[in-house]
C-alpha cells in the first residue's frame, strides 16, 4: 500500500520563535562574585545609600515646589519657570544619583528637539535604572500606572514629569491613554517630549518582543533611543523570573562600577504608509533598532506573561505559558480568555507529564483511547516540531487549526448517523463499541467509561444533544473523526487502484464509511477535505498550515 501523505503541510509562520522566553533571567551569582560583592558592599552600600537617600529628599523638594498650586491641576502643560525647573535641578539630581550608584553612562547620537521627535521611543526595556533617559533628554512626560502617583516622595517627583496615567480600574484605560498621547504630541509643543518603552514590560534583552501601537498612532516622527548593559555581571535585568528589585538594588549598588550605553539612533519620519497603518510603523521601527542591536524580534507581548503567570500557578512550568500571543490572536483570531481556557485543559492533559508537555501515553489517556495508528496521526498533527510531544502554543494551534474547523454541526451529525447503526435516534454502548474498536482496529477495546462519560441522563444511550455537547466541549474528537475517514477513503483509493474488495467483517470501517459517503455528503472542513486530489490542493491560509 502507498504511503499515506498528510494533508496539512506546515506553515513557516507558525514556527517557534528564535528566543523562546525573553521574561527570563537565569544568571546566578558565582561564588567568588557573591564574595566580592560583600566585600565591597561593606563599604559601597551605606555610602551609596545614605547620598541617595539625599537625593531623593532634594528631588521631591524640588518637584513640590515646581508642582505648588499647579495651575490647571495637572491638566495643563507646566510652563516657565516651573517647566525650567524641572529639566534643569530634577535632570541634574537623577544624573548624579545614577553617578553615586556608580553608572558610568556612555551615549552615543544626538537627541532630538521637541519639533524633530514629539516622541522618544526606548528598547530593549529591561531595568527600572532605564530611567537614566529621563535626565538624558530633558525629563520628559512618560506612562505610567496611576497607582504610583500616590506613593511618597516618588510619587510627587513622578507627577512633576506630567505623566500620562495608566488606570488599570478603567476599561477604557488603554483608549484614553492612546488619545492622551495623541493629543500631547499634536500639541505643536505646548507639552513637552514623551518617553515611552513600547514593549510594555521587561524582557532579559535577548530580543525585541512586540510594539504596542500607542506612540505610533498619533503618526508623528519618533526617536528610537537603543540601552545595553555591557557589564560581565548582570546585576540590573528585572524579568518576570529572576532576581527581585530589592535584590538587584543591593547587587548594584555592591558594584565598584556599572556600565551603561545609550544610543539615540536618527529620527524616523513616518512615509504616508506608516502614518495610514501604526502596525508598520511599529513594526519598522523595532526592525531598525534590532538591526542596531543585531538581536532577532519575535512576537511575544505582555499577554504571554499573564499567561505565564497562570502557568506557574497551574504548577507547569512558567514559559509553558509562552505562546507569541500578538502571532496567534492574529492568525487564528483568537482572544486572550480563550486561550486562558485552552491552558486550564491543557495542564488538566500534562499533569501527570513532566517538564510541562503532553506525550502519546498522556493524550491517549486523556482520550480515554488506547495508543493506535488512527492516535498517533492525530498526535503528529499536533506535534508540529515532531518532537514527540505536544507543548501549549502547539496545542492551542492544533486546537484551532485542526479540531475547531472540523467540529462543525455537519460533521458532528455525520457522526451521530455512522454510530446510529440501527437508525433509531439513539446510540447504545454496543454501536458506540463496534465504531470505536472498528476504527482503533482493536476488537477487545473496553469503551465503557468513554460511553459513561458522555452519557450525561445515564440513561444507557445517548441522545443526539448528548453527543453534540461532548463534541464541542472535546473538539479533539471531531479531528479524531475525520482522521479515521481519511484513512478508510485512502484505503479504499488503494482497494480500487488494486481492483479488490475491501474486506468484509461484521462491523467493516470501509464499508461503514461508504454507506456514509453514499448517502450523506461528506463534511468539507480544514482537516478532511473532500476525497479527490482537486479538492484536496484547495487550501485556505489556515488549512495550509
Not at 32 to 39: E, Q, T
Not at 93 to 98: K, V
Not at 110 to 116: D, I
Not at 489 to 518: I, W, Y
Request: hydrophobic fraction near 40%; charged fraction near 20%; proline fraction near 6%.
Amino acid at each position: 500500500m502507498a504511503a499515506r501523505v498528510l494533508p496539512l503541510p506546515r506553515q513557516q509562520s507558525f514556527s517557534p520563535p528564535t528566543v523562546l522566553n525573553p521574561f527570563v533571567h537565569p544568571g546566578r551569582l558565582s561564588a567568588g562574585d557573591k564574595l566580592r560583592s560583600v566585600l565591597q558592599g561593606i563599604i559601597l552600600l551605606p555610602l551609596r545609600a545614605i547620598c541617595i537617600t539625599f537625593i531623593l529628599l532634594l528631588a521631591w523638594m524640588s518637584a513640590s515646589i515646581a508642582t505648588f498650586c499647579q495651575p490647571g491641576g495637572g491638566f495643563l502643560p507646566l510652563k516657565g519657570w516651573r517647566r525650567r525647573m524641572i529639566q534643569t535641578t530634577l535632570s541634574s539630581l537623577t544624573r548624579t544619583a545614577f553617578f553615586v550608584m556608580g553608572f558610568q553612562v556612555k551615549v552615543k547620537g544626538k537627541v532630538a528637539s521637541l519639533a524633530e521627535a514629539p516622541i522618544f521611543v526606548a528598547a530593549p526595556h529591561s531595568s527600572f535604572f532605564d530611567a537614566i533617559i529621563c535626565a538624558l533628554t530633558g525629563m520628559p512626560s512618560i506612562v505610567s500606572r496611576a497607582e504610583n502617583l500616590s506613593t511618597p516622595i516618588f510619587g510627587t517627583i513622578l507627577r512633576s514629569l506630567q505623566p500620562v496615567a495608566v488606570s488599570r480600574q478603567d476599561p477604557d484605560s488603554r483608549k484614553n491613554t492612546v488619545a492622551e498621547i495623541t493629543r500631547r504630541a499634536l500639541s505643536k509643543g505646548q507639552w513637552p517630549q514623551i518617553l515611552i518603552f513600547p514593549e510594555g514590560t521587561c524582557t532579559n534583552r535577548s530580543c525585541l518582543i512586540t510594539f504596542k501601537q500607542g506612540a505610533f498612532v498619533p503618526r508623528v516622527p519618533v526617536q528610537p533611543v537603543l540601552l545595553r548593559y555591557p557589564n560581565r555581571l548582570d546585576t540590573v535585568t528585572w524579568t518576570w523570573q529572576g532576581y527581585s528589585f530589592k535584590e538587584l538594588c543591593i547587587m548594584t549598588l555592591c558594584q565598584v562600577f556599572t556600565r551603561l550605553e545609550v544610543e539615540f539612533l536618527p529620527v524616523h519620519v513616518p512615509t504616508e504608509e506608516e502614518k495610514n497603518d501604526p502596525i508598520i510603523f511599529a513594526n519598522r521601527v523595532r526592525q531598525t533598532m534590532a538591526n542596531a542591536l543585531n538581536v532577532p524580534i519575535t512576537d511575544h507581548t505582555f499577554e504571554d506573561c499573564r499567561l505565564m503567570i497562570s502557568a506557574g500557578q497551574l504548577t507547569l512550568p512558567m514559559e509553558a505559558g509562552l505562546v507569541e500571543f500578538t502571532k496567534i490572536s492574529k492568525k487564528l483570531n483568537l482572544k486572550w480568555n480563550h486561550v486562558r481556557e485552552q491552558l486550564d485543559t491543557f495542564a488538566a492533559i500534562a499533569s501527570a507529564s513532566k517538564g510541562g508537555r503532553i506525550g502519546i501515553e498522556e493524550f491517549a489517556e486523556y482520550l480515554k483511547l488506547p495508543i493506535s495508528d488512527v492516535l498517533k496521526e492525530l498526535f503528529l498533527l499536533f506535534d508540529r516540531n515532531g518532537d514527540g510531544t505536544i507543548d501549549f502554543r502547539e496545542y492551542v494551534i492544533g486546537l484551532s487549526i485542526l479540531c475547531n474547523p472540523a467540529n462543525t454541526e455537519e460533521t458532528i451529525r455525520m457522526a451521530f448517523k455512522l454510530f446510529d447503526m440501527d437508525e433509531d435516534g439513539t446510540i447504545t454502548e454496543n454501536e458506540f463499541a463496534s465504531i470505536i474498536q472498528s476504527a482503533l482496529g482493536l476488537p477487545e477495546l473496553d469503551v465503557s467509561l468513554l460511553f459513561k462519560e458522555i452519557d450525561a441522563d445515564e440513561t444507557g444511550k445517548l441522545s443526539y444533544e448528548e453527543f453534540k455537547n461532548f463534541a464541542l466541549k472535546h473538539p479533539e474528537y471531531a479531528t479524531l473523526f475525520t482522521t479515521y475517514l481519511d484513512l478508510q477513503r485512502h484505503q479504499l483509493d488503494m482497494f480500487e487502484e488494486h481492483d479488490t474488495e475491501p474486506p468484509k467483517g461484521k462491523h467493516s470501517p470501509v464499508r461503514n464509511t461508504a454507506l456514509v459517503s453514499e448517502t450523506t455528503p461528506l463534511a468539507r472542513n480544514k482537516v478532511c477535505p473532500e476525497g479527490n486530489e482537486e479538492d484536496s490542493s484547495s487550501t485556505s491560509d489556515k488549512k495550509d498550515d
